[in-house]
């Protein structure tokens, strides 16, 4: 628990807007600066029972959101000066309803729908807890023996304690939410099975799946997803060795560090853009850094080369230069020509992007857009009549908070028309 005090001085820097940038900001339009005001007050569990209006996951959103280009990013106090400290204060009254035992609000008493839940990361979690709450009978379907989806297989732990993880995960699950472990579709179950016990069927398994480079040499030993390896956690052998991470979000962040802390003796981080263009989080490139992994910024990679045995041994990069092209929001990435060099590299990490897994959404009979998420309509229903699609699956912005919104706004469809 952070130090009351120091608690009380960053919500008495809040300013309380009356317009409310900040909520604005925060993709579930969290009311900022109502539970800030609570806190100044020291009316602690009012600040909770504000927060849980709309999210059910403070101590993670805390923590882990990219705060500086969602709520922190929005604040007035920004401008001119160092912005509202959201996060922290988000993450304190989180964690004081944890030590505390506050109990997420129930809205309505059960009725008699029921409603099957495929996958627990943060969208099936957060649609669960809200249609739980509006006495719908929930049952939870989760591969693994865990709840929690990319929270707890792809966030390492120096990022998100596992402990605040579980706790936040039992308070929900205490809204009266079944759980079956250890169960995957198509595999043990399908959704023609579903369809006979429930009323309405949410996908929510997500897309982690690493996306291809298309680089020559990508099918060499010794090259790896980045989203495979966090989840699995089975590493390669990468003490004293030298690893290429390719990309520049927070998987490629995440990949980075774990490896640097697993004894690698270099770790580059190889994104084609400048560093003011990287979509991970400021403070997890700064982390990253003061780590000793080194960044190679406005760099692209050309090829992988192997030894005879087809096993990683260096990487070929050409340098970029940013050019404003009609039509484009932002600056490209252009090749310099002649300006390829290569790198003795022993393991190359791809972390360019996410994709579903679309064999399994085929064998689904689901309709599918040109990138290979599930097509939804404008309630987020897909091609088939009540079975929904949120998170990753449709797309979503890939964080936590948006993965949330998207579970949250199904389930108040649900409660309205299923």
């Not at 970029?320 to 310099?336: A, D, F, H, Q, S």
Request: proline residues 2%; glycine residues 8%.
């Amino acid at each position: 628990m952070k130090d009351i005090k120091v608690i009380k001085e960053k919500s008495n820097y809040c300013l309380s807007c009356k317009n409310k940038p900040c909520t604005k900001g925060c993709p579930l339009g969290n009311n900022i600066t109502d539970f800030i005001n609570y806190i100044k007050q020291e009316k602690y569990k009012e600040a909770y029972e504000t927060l849980t209006e709309t999210t059910i996951m403070p101590s993670i959103c805390g923590r882990i959101c990219p705060h500086d280009k969602q709520c922190q990013g929005n604040c007035i106090r920004g401008i001119k000066q160092t912005p509202v400290n959201i996060g922290d204060l988000e993450a304190f009254i989180g964690d004081m309803a944890i030590n505390e035992n506050w109990k997420i609000s129930k809205y309505e008493e059960k009725n008699n729908k029921k409603i099957a839940v495929i996958g627990g990361g943060p969208a099936g979690l957060t649609a669960s807890a809200f249609l739980a709450r509006y006495g719908f009978d929930v049952t939870i379907y989760e591969k693994y023996d865990k709840l929690g989806g990319i929270l707890y297989k792809g966030i390492p732990n120096f990022r998100l304690d596992k402990e605040i993880l579980e706790n936040t995960i039992s308070k929900i699950i205490e809204l009266g939410i079944k759980v079956k472990y250890n169960v995957e579709l198509g595999k043990d179950f399908s959704i023609e099975d579903l369809k006979k016990e429930y009323d309405a069927i949410i996908l929510s398994f997500g897309a982690n799946i690493s996306s291809k480079m298309g680089v020559v040499g990508e099918e060499l030993d010794g090259v790896y997803g980045g989203n495979e390896l966090l989840e699995k956690e089975n590493y390669p052998e990468f003490k004293e060795k030298c690893v290429a991470v390719i990309g520049g979000g927070n998987v490629a962040m995440d990949t980075a560090r774990t490896i640097k802390k697993l004894g690698a003796k270099k770790v580059f981080v190889i994104y084609r853009r400048a560093e003011k263009q990287m979509p991970a989080e400021r403070k997890e490139i700064e982390d990253a850094k003061n780590e000793g992994i080194e960044f190679l910024f406005q760099n692209n990679i050309v090829k992988i080369i192997g030894n005879e045995l087809r096993k990683v041994e260096k990487i070929e990069l050409i340098k970029t230069e940013l050019i404003k092209k009609e039509g484009e929001e932002r600056e490209v990435p252009v090749n310099i020509e002649n300006s390829n060099y290569t790198l003795d590299i022993d393991y190359v990490i791809r972390a360019v992007g996410s994709k579903t897994n679309e064999k399994l959404l085929q064998n689904l009979n689901l309709e599918l857009d040109k990138y290979g998420y599930v097509k939804v309509n404008e309630n987020n229903e897909t091609s088939q009549k009540n079975v929904f699609a949120i998170g990753d699956l449709i797309g979503t912005k890939s964080t936590v908070a948006w993965a949330s919104r998207s579970g949250r706004d199904v389930a108040e469809y649900i409660v309205k028309n299923v």
